[in-house]
């Protein structure tokens, strides 16, 4: 079973306007984190914002903002204010943190291609 | 250093060549990992070290694929005989104890 889904190939978005960017997750692990990253048409994977499994507040970093639903397994990211830097493929990961494995690899969804049009 | 440095950017291979890829953690991390990323949206794990311990290798096709990551050298992911299907973007990343996990920049592998 697919631990990361993202349903949306592609997204499409005006600039200046809100946009959400879908994510679900399959874990059985209560302990677990959640991350976005953003991959420019340069190839590099940026950091975005990372969501706990025992967070109480969906996190925020400027205009990103991740909308945790836990019961719904669901850690859809939202973007403000878009920008058209901001077009670029979007991936969301998880991270088993528990289940006597520390480290925890990164399971990877297969990204949504989100283009911001002026 | 502050980010993750992998080298070199791009490498082109022969079939059945061998290929070696190279990673800085960033300074103070002691969790390394590789990514193999294929047609641009597919994330394969391969590996991953605490330290120079090897923590995972699950995702390692081994008879051809080794990686080390030994003291004040760089990590290092090495493809012996190298195979068209090889030709991915190979994806180093670091972690200190925190939850944020950083990568670097990719090095593009093409095979032909």
């Known amino acids: 079973a697919q631990k990361i889904t993202q349903t949306q190939p592609g997204m499409f978005v005006q600039e200046k306007e809100a946009v959400t960017l879908d994510c679900t997750y399959d874990t059985s692990d209560p302990s677990y984190g959640l991350f976005w990253y953003k991959q420019p048409s340069s190839g590099e994977m940026i950091f975005l914002i990372y969501q706990g499994s025992y967070d109480q507040q969906n996190a925020t970093e400027g205009r990103y903002s991740l909308n945790f639903q836990k019961a719904r397994k669901s850690a859809n990211l939202v973007i403000s204010a878009s920008q058209l830097g901001d077009s670029a493929m979007y991936f969301c990961?998880?991270?088993?943190?528990?289940?006597?494995?520390?480290?925890?690899?990164?399971?990877f969804g297969r990204g949504t291609q989100l283009t911001v049009w002026p | 250093g502050e980010e993750v440095a992998q080298t070199p950017k791009h490498l082109v291979r022969g079939e059945g060549q061998k290929a070696k890829l190279y990673c800085a953690p960033i300074k103070g991390h002691s969790y390394v990992f590789w990514y193999q990323q294929v047609l641009k949206n597919e994330f394969k794990f391969l590996i991953s070290?605490?330290?120079?311990?090897?923590?995972?290798e699950t995702g390692m096709p081994k008879e051809r694929f080794s990686a080390k990551c030994l003291p004040n050298s760089p990590c290092s992911l090495e493809i012996q005989a190298t195979k068209l299907e090889d030709s991915a973007v190979y994806f180093c990343?670091?972690?200190?104890?925190?939850?944020?996990?950083?990568f670097g920049e990719g090095s593009w592998l093409t095979v032909v």
């Open positions: 990343a670091s972690r200190s104890s925190g939850n944020t996990i950083y």
């Open positions: 990961a998880m991270r088993e943190v528990g289940g006597g494995s520390t480290l925890g690899r990164l399971y």
């Open positions: 070290f605490q330290n120079e311990n090897v923590f995972d």
